[in-house]
């Protein structure tokens, strides 16, 4: 068992036989990342009964990458031998730790690498986590002195996919008794998956939700990005406009310029309406190339044409800041190439 999939008053509950003050301590020692060996103020015999039969740390940082800007790329183990991968961005207001919900994905998207080998498994809340504990714990942060500010999910897979354990995560890591997080720190990005992203609204989350849009045609969206054919274009934005009305929170659109695909004079008029009657803003984002895919970014010059082209229809948008583009920064390609080339 995964201690880190429970809450503080879940695990009071599954050991009845040790005082709740001593589960109290246990739980702290899994919110800093410390193994049951590290756990000084636990007698060794429950340590010891504790590691025969869970697992208190399911997230192991296997190797770290830092790039030329100061971007630290994560790649951890997980405790069945899986691989996933993470990144932690450094800004003037904190850090930004870009975790995965799944291993791989099965989402499609014609410009991911994360999608290359499809979906190998759900991640559970605790291995969500975990990631968060593993970096807070590298930078030599706690529960209480924090050095994860701020939470991204976008890395390998999509998080409405593995819906029951993101919003576990969620409960997790705003817990008053965990990291404490506030849920407006937390981006969770989506596909599309209109139905979920209700439900994230209606049960009370208030994330900020953001939606990989990457068109305003229906289909071309479909060709970059096949749930489009579960969930059209009209159904995905009605779920957005529902997320903004229930949550008050703006919706943050991801577009991935791809050159000569979705960088028109047309593509920016579209945008421009699809985002009216709401509170929204436009990430532009220069494609990240994947060496399996023929896809090219959008050049920089004109990327910067499309940013003028939206601000003049008075679309809120920015081009997203490149960061780690040295050290593999698409989603999936870290662990890729290590699992290709057999470094264990």
């Not at 596909?191 to 229906?218: F, W």
């Not at 929170?249 to 945008?271: P, Q």
């Amino acid at each position: 068992m995964i201690l880190l999939d429970y809450s503080q008053q879940e695990l009071i509950g599954f050991f009845p036989d040790q005082k709740p003050y001593k589960v109290r301590q246990l739980y702290r020692w899994l919110t800093k990342g410390v193994d049951f060996e590290g756990m000084t103020d636990i007698d060794k015999a429950w340590r010891e009964k504790l590691s025969a039969k869970h697992i208190a740390c399911p997230v192991r940082i296997f190797r770290t990458f830092e790039s030329k800007d100061g971007t630290k790329k994560f790649l951890y183990r997980l405790s069945d031998g899986n691989l996933i991968e993470g990144v932690l961005m450094s800004y003037h207001h904190g850090n930004t730790l870009c975790v995965s919900t799944q291993v791989g994905c099965r989402m499609g998207c014609a410009f991911c690498a994360s999608t290359l080998d499809g979906l190998v498994r759900n991640l559970s809340a605790g291995e969500i986590l975990g990631q968060v504990t593993a970096v807070n714990a590298f930078l030599g942060g706690d529960a209480n002195q924090r050095r994860i500010t701020n939470i991204v999910l976008m890395g390998s897979g999509e998080p409405l996919d593995n819906f029951d354990n993101t919003v576990k995560f969620l409960d997790l890591v705003s817990g008053p008794d965990g990291l404490n997080v506030s849920q407006r720190n937390i981006s969770l990005s989506t596909c599309g998956i209109a139905p979920k992203m209700i439900e994230l609204a209606d049960r009370g989350y208030s994330v900020n939700l953001t939606l990989s849009l990457h068109s305003p045609r229906q289909e071309k969206r479909r060709n970059l990005m096949p749930i489009s054919n579960a969930y059209p274009l009209t159904e995905v934005i009605e779920a957005c406009k529902y997320y903004f009305l229930k949550t008050g929170r703006r919706v943050i659109f991801e577009y991935v310029l791809v050159k000569g695909e979705n960088d028109s004079d047309e593509d920016a008029r579209l945008l421009s309406r699809l985002t009216r009657g709401f509170s929204a803003h436009v990430n532009l984002i220069r494609l990240n190339p994947v060496k399996e895919r023929k896809l090219l970014p959008t050049e920089e010059d004109a990327a910067r044409e499309f940013l003028a082209k939206l601000t003049k229809l008075g679309v809120s948008a920015t081009i997203r800041r490149q960061m780690g583009v040295d050290i593999e920064g698409a989603c999936g390609q870290l662990r890729r190439r290590v699992l290709k080339n057999g470094k264990d």
